[in-house]
């Protein structure tokens, strides 16, 4: 254990919490930051740190740890719904880039596996639909965001298919016919085993678990680490990496094979293993194999690279978009969403690197790339998709559709009558009569505990984008929005929230990061008496400037609760529910009760 | 990264996986099976495997990390509660069996050094509190439990300060007395400056991110594994092992210093990463050092050494046990209790091994002894109890005090007026006339959200041993348990639970090892009606043989709600809350209303 250098990965940690929390202050993504930090760290700089066989170790778990998360949050239920869009600009995102890279570099006189290495590291996608970019320039309702996520996700798995595909034949040099489809074979099987195993296998391990009431957290964290691990060794039978192993593992891992709540959980501490502490080690060290030397020696490489990377990328992207027929400025706009590139391509590089395919210029060069791709995003996107919101362009797209509401009373009815014309608006409800009366009304409804899991897995909570809890006890609502956050990954949670006294807190209320309808605390029962009683008016009102709703509640809400703010109806129609975390913009109109 | 072997890595956590569970199963700590596992799988039987640079590597990761999640379950608060019983018990049964080990290994011809190792060793006491054998012999609410915790925390503390003086003093050698003074000093000062950040410093860092709203978790976990190192490398500069950084770094974690709710999940993180990762790497080729050899070189020196550290464990804590007043027969069970050798061994035997201090021979007979120490717990303390307990002298003591009740309502008040006899009772409520009216039946109350930590925490939520939730409200009284037992830990939840529709379910009560209160459904507002009119009568009845709770009320509720099962009175009068998931002894009373 001589190699075991505390000071060294203090350092490290230390350095890449500094980049990385400096990188998101400004709105990149860590591991920007990381890999910046570790270039200063490291021999080209400062020379402070180099790397080691301890590094080497944390950095390999810490990403095999990072691609089962990655493998985590791709969720297949939503690359099965990638829109076409998504898959066009994934294909012309990746293909061009790569076509361009491969030459480029045969050009400049690499080898074949050099140039095939530095294609795919050109071609990849970094998830720049997870950065604070799309909050920022409030994209996340936008058809632009869900081509992105979907383009992203597809990308990912391409990149990692075709790399497969390429380790495959690494070794193999000149041989025959035979050999050839060996190797070839070897992968497929690996990932036809892999895929079996996951589809069919993985589930019924869960059910076993959990029929068998094992509920413990760290026996499941230990098995999956085991099947991570199983999975690893079987890429490397097959003569792929490792990463690929834990990838493929990381895919079938969620998505109720086991428990929802531990899954969750198990979700958390690979983020937080890998994200938190080892990947990290990965980043930061990849900056101590960085040469400052090819800004002078292999300037005109790097220049070309980074040029075909960002330029291949975005005209790529924008002309495979054509045939969806949402126009080249959408389909820029994609693409400079889709310009930068992260760990995957960094893993790669690092791979191609450790086996000496490419050399440490090339490396460098690619990080650099990494840096500069990265650099591009918020900047490049903000000005196109300005330029789409200036031209009216901008389209608006949930990239989780339906509305699942808790509480099929007069007043859920009632809103889920006005939400149902652009969404899928499903009840739920404890009470039989309610369940039946919204089945009447032709809503999708079901009965059953909105506390229990199984009841909101059959209203298909998993694929829904707003959760609306309406009964009249805060604790229920407060409790069914935390199950769908946390469960279920409801990004929207809106709750009504009446003012009791000794109620769970508002602090509950931001954990879940639900929000309050209607924007203030309201009493249920009287305005469910007005709405059976047929006593209610509903209006509407323009706003004239941005307001926020709390303001537009305390302009109108003179003491009493004369009036309820219902929902917010944009130009085009589109309604959303009224509540606390929102504004309105100029142009809006807000639909009230009276 | 040639090193890095997949394949051995995936065995090793099989293996422990495997051999930790097995022995979980059969009633012993995993790393027993950890322990047996990697002597079978390495050189010493099957030749599997064998320790490399990787392993290595990622064993002292588990280690470090290992220690913090050992120091954050020692609790400052627990210890300076520590009886005086319980020092007795820690110290007697430290010295004892740490100057004969000392003595052994020099009669056998060791050096001071090793024989000083082998002493610390043969010294230490695993937390033998943590394992089932307590809740399997049905001890958790005796006496011993109580010495047998507080003497572990001790044990451990003791064992690990004596173990940083020895290593101030490794590399000494003869040098001169300003030396020496030097040598001690530097270990003073660590030691100083570590207590004195982590008091001091660290709440104030926890309150400049919670003044700052930073609640993100896996920011606080990167921030926590920094001061981990950091304190690991001040040890290594005082000339001491990074082990004692990182339990000292432990000991300050916990405790308020962090939002409750991202401290609960970071001490989850470091134990699944440690326990469920890259500790049992540590144990398992901890076991590939070992060699069978000693049975036939050293068999006498192994005997000798398993002897002295049984015999000098259980007669040395019954001995220093004699002050007490609680009998030599008590003393000897809680020797067999603490007579257990577990993680803090194996690793201070690992370092002796590693430093060059102690054999490969030696280090055998440590591993050894640690298996045959843990083996004879469940044995020995399962004969010494059933011999307190023929002898009646088994005395139930609570380790956790005092009861919490949320509902000053007039049920809560007269439940408490029971219970108040033999422990504090403390009422929470949100109606501030409830809680004047406890106050002015002399109780502390505390008005407040119970739903809020500021709350629980004013009314010493995180000292008692029991929580009972008797609002009317299922929600609320859910809530606050779950609470209770996440933030604060209490050991006991009992909760109010009535028959609403569309309430909470059992689920989330078995979830938080909560059980109900009465043992069944039961409306709160008649009995409130009922009390308030005086329109009661308490009988009790005795029970002749052994009953569950639920049996009882099943017998006796014949239709209505017409009594009430309240407590459970034993012989010695000791009265506990009557709840779903107890059962009554012979001889026990149960109190009712009728």
Known sequence: MEEFNILSLLIILAGAWVGGTTAKRLGYPPILGELVIGIILGPAILGLLETSEMISVLAEVGIILLMVYIGIEINFRDLGKASWPGLLAAIGGFI???????????????????????????????LATK??????????????????????????????VIFAGMLSFVDVGSIDALGLIWVAGKALLFFAFTALAGYFLLPVLGKFLSENKIKNRTFHFTLILIIVFGFCELAELAGLHSILGAFMAGLFIRDGVFNRQISKEINDIFHDISIGFLAPIFFVSAGFHVTLEVFQTDLLLLTTIVLVAMVGKIVGTAVFYLPSGFGWREGITVGTGMNGRGAVEIIIAGIGLEMGIISAEIFSILVFMAIFTTLSVPLLLTWTTNWLRKRGELIHQESRTGILILGANPLGLYLGKHLRDQDEVTFVDSNRDLVEEAKRQGFESFYGNILKEETLETAKAYEKGTFIALTGNNEINLLAAQLAHDAFFIPQNIVLFAPQEGGAGVELLDKIKASSMFASKTELAPWIFKIRAGDIEEQTEKVEKLITTRKWVKQHQLGADKILPLLIMDPEENKRPFHYHDEIQPGEKVIYLR
Chains 1, 2 share one sequence.
């Open 131 to 160: 950065s604070r970019i799309l909050v920022d320039l409030k994209l996340l309702n936008t058809r632009i965001a869900y081509v992105l996520m979907a383009g992203a996700l597809i990308s990912d798995t391409l990149a990692l």
């Open 96 to 126: 061009v880039p790569f076509g361009m890279g491969y030459y480029t570099i045969k050009y400049f006189g690499g080898t074949d596996l050099a140039a095939l290495f530095v294609a795919i590291a050109v071609g990849v996608t970094s």
